[in-house]
């Protein structure tokens, strides 16, 4: 009776055993995924990573492209000129395939209907719950934003209210030497090639980079250290 129960439950150890690392596809290990969410399932943040990642080069290079050539036309031509001129674009492709397909029709006398018909038919409409979601979401990150504005600047952290200011005297240059559409160009051109160069040369940047972190902290210490107040605080 003992042989045959241990025979009985061998092939459900077995089994246990064998499903207790099951291969996930997808998962963090594989090449596809997205290594912000691991095993989760991919939505808007892994789509972002595959663009930036440059997954697909001509999703990415289209978008990459048309955004900088709106920010240089931008860079040139009022805010109105170029909005405008990407309408009038847009409206020109639009037309004249409507028109291109009236004629077509008309020519091999055929009833297809309006050739954009399937879009005209897609429901964009914004039901009340999903506005509340995003309402919502927008309201948390505003109250988030408030209460950082205001411990900054009602310093309820020295070291914090230090750093921004640091940072806005050093924004006084950087404003005098950039205006906002030069730096958003700046910040795109790093947005699409910092990531992809990071990942091919990660151990070398983490390297250097923790040298800098190891350097900085120590630095900010000595500053916490110095300053009254802060060394009390720290111990309490």
Known sequence: MA??????????????????????PGGAGSPGA???????????????????????????????????????????????????????????????????????????KSEEGHPF????????????????????????????????VIRLFLVEDLVDSLK????????TYVGAVFNGITLLILAELLIFSVPIVYEKYKTQIDHYVGIVRDQTKSIVEKIQAKLPGIAKKKAE
């Not at 892994?46 to 930036?52: P, Q, S, T, Y």
């Not at 921004?164 to 924004?171: D, I, K, N, Q, S």
Request: with cysteine.
């Open 3 to 24: 042989d045959l129960s241990a025979a009985t439950q061998s092939p459900s150890v077995s089994s246990t055993s064998s499903g207790a690392e099951p291969s996930a």
């Open 117 to 148: 018909k399937s879009y005209l038919d897609v429901d964009i409409t914004l039901s009340s719950e999903a506005f509340h979601n995003y309402v919502n979401a927008a309201m948390a990150h505003a109250n988030r934003a408030l209460k950082l």
């Open 34 to 108: 997205c290594p912000a969410l691991g095993t989760k399932s991919c939505g808007s943040s892994c789509a972002v990573h595959d663009l930036i990642f440059w997954r697909d080069v001509k999703k990415t290079g289209f978008v990459f492209g048309t955004t900088l050539i709106v920010l240089l036309s931008l860079a040139a031509f009022s805010v109105i000129s170029v909005v405008s001129y990407l309408i009038l674009a847009l409206l020109s492709v639009t037309i004249s395939f409507r028109v291109y397909r009236s004629v077509i029709q008309a020519v091999q």
């Open 164 to 171: 921004l200011a640091v940072f806005m005297w050093l924004m």
